[in-house]
């Protein structure tokens, strides 16, 4: 199942058993329920949510924020040069900032309100109308959460997105131009992104208007966790950034090792268990599936480092910590989309597939075709979110042990008579290449425009400087 979107009044007064009302395709669709009965809002609360699932919500929010910081900023970190690890933290955790402001000012409103099949509406711009009296849907009929926590969970992944991508072209970008480019970037690209795949009416009363959900849920795709939202999204984002800006000097010719496996296994690590409250969590609910999701994940990471590994020693005769890290991470992104779909033995199968996909790309490809991914974003989060995508398509079938998917369009929701895979395996290539051409042409746009005002790329001095100096006048390590 696809995340959901707000629920609506509609799906209020169902779930307290009352009457019906008209839900308004525009607003956005929640439960106030102070205004609903007054001095019983204890006990309507307690009828609408359960604390299980609230907290469940909130643990995941913060093991997805670890993703971000420290995760993602100490496992790119590590991979840079010395002269370029305190700028790596910087720009993580700006990013990290800067698009949690963003989220709250109107990126919430943009991705997960109603409007159209491509973008929301503006009626949450600055939060209005959230508060610790409305509530957000989940997967089952009449199941909320309390809106605050699902607004603080989405929020999240729109942090590491854009996080994600700056891996591609480390080493060489200007700050204050990569912070702009975040803003546009979020703007234009990853909001509509999110609604078009997991905007949805909610599962109360999707049925009596089936329209109201965004482009890509509407055609069916199915994305658990982020494979299109945040993985491909991120990863063609980031190869279309390091083809515009230009290799780094000395590329190829200059040795750039890592400065720091050490930090970089460290930050794999805190991606790894933090990805639990990315994939689990996104089930919304702490139920059996949560449950399902969390297994998947364990496995097909297992797996998948492994499988690198395997790789490794066939060909370079040594398995390397990095080739490990790098499996690992390949396997969560494969299964992000899967997470919640697929089975524990077709999820190993996922693991070990995936990463001699992403090996091939991360060394025969990008050798062959000599551009500077510098940390590999596109070969392994692009390149293992198409992977993760189309398997879903696949892994999701009852058939192999899947969860197979929900009429919604039934009240009370029921699974939908049968699972075609090859209808499904078309519908999610369809996902995966409106995705690259969204965020490929966008970021394109916003690069052009942005480069030509105020220059992307940090002066030839600074880089060899290195941007812990040049951009912030600091230096990682005083020794």
């Known amino acids: 199942m696809i995340r959901k979107m707000i629920g609506g009044v509609a799906g209020a007064w169902l779930a307290l058993g009352a009457a019906t009302t008209a839900f308004a395709q525009t607003a956005p669709a929640l439960v106030d329920v102070a205004k609903l009965v007054g001095d019983k809002q204890v006990a309507a609360e307690a009828a609408l949510t359960n604390k299980g699932d609230t907290t469940w919500m909130l643990v995941s929010s913060v093991l997805v924020l670890m993703m971000s910081v420290p995760g993602l900023a100490l496992f790119y970190g590590g991979l840079v040069r010395t002269k370029n690890m305190l700028s790596v933290l910087m720009q993580v955790f700006m990013i990290v900032s800067i698009t949690g402001l963003l989220w709250a000012t109107y990126g919430y409103s943009l991705a997960f309100t109603g409007g159209s099949p491509f973008i929301g509406g503006f009626s949450k711009i ?87 959900a965004g482009f890509l849920w509407g055609k069916g795709a199915l994305d658990f966790a982020g494979g299109t939202v945040v993985h491909i999204n991120a990863g063609i984002a980031g190869l279309v950034g390091c083809l515009l800006i230009g ?159 929900i009429d919604y369009t039934k009240f009370p929701s ?23 051409v969204w965020s490929g042409l966008g970021t394109v746009v916003i690069w052009f425009v942005l480069d030509k005002l105020l220059g992307m790329r940090i002066s030839e001095e600074g880089e060899r400087e290195g941007l812990d100096i040049a951009d912030h006048g600091e230096r990682a390590y005083n020794y």
């Open 126 to 212: 600055l939060m209005a109308g959230v508060t610790s009296g409305t509530y957000a849907v989940t997967f089952s009929n009449n199941v909320y959460i309390p809106e605050l926590s699902y607004f603080v969970f989405q929020m999240t992944f729109a942090m590491i997105t854009p996080a994600l991508f700056i891996g591609s072209f480390a080493e060489r970008f200007k700050f204050t131009p990569l912070m702009l480019f975040v803003v546009l970037w979020s703007t234009f690209v990853y909001y509509p992104i999110a609604h078009m795949v997991w905007y949805w009416a909610g599962p109360d009363f999707l049925y009596t208007n089936t329209n109201d």
């Open 247 to 405: 290799k780094r000097l000395g590329y190829g010719k200059e040795a750039t090792p890592p400065h720091s496996l050490t930090m970089t296994m460290i930050g794999a690590s805190l991606l790894w268990v933090g990805w639990f409250g990315f994939n689990a969590g996104s089930n919304l609910e702490a139920n059996g599936v949560a449950a399902v999701a969390f297994v998947n994940t364990m496995l097909a990471t297992c797996a998948a480092a492994v499988s690198w590994a395997i790789v490794e020693q066939i060909v370079h005769k040594k398995p390397s910590m990095l080739g490990a890290a790098s499996g690992a991470v390949a396997g969560l992104v494969a299964i992000t989309p899967a997470s919640g779909y697929g089975a524990p033995m077709t999820s190993i199968v996922l693991g070990l597939i995936v990463s001699p996909l992403c090996f091939f790309f991360v060394s025969t490809v990008k050798s062959k075709f000599k551009y500077d991914d510098t940390l590999d974003v596109f070969g392994v989060h692009c390149i293992g979110g198409i992977t993760g995508a189309l398997a879903t398509g696949i892994v999701a079938s009852p058939a192999l042990g899947g969860q197979g998917v």
């Open 414 to 436: 029921a699974p939908a008579a049968t699972y075609d895979i090859i209808a499904q395996l078309q519908v999610q290539v369809e996902a995966v290449l409106l995705t690259l």
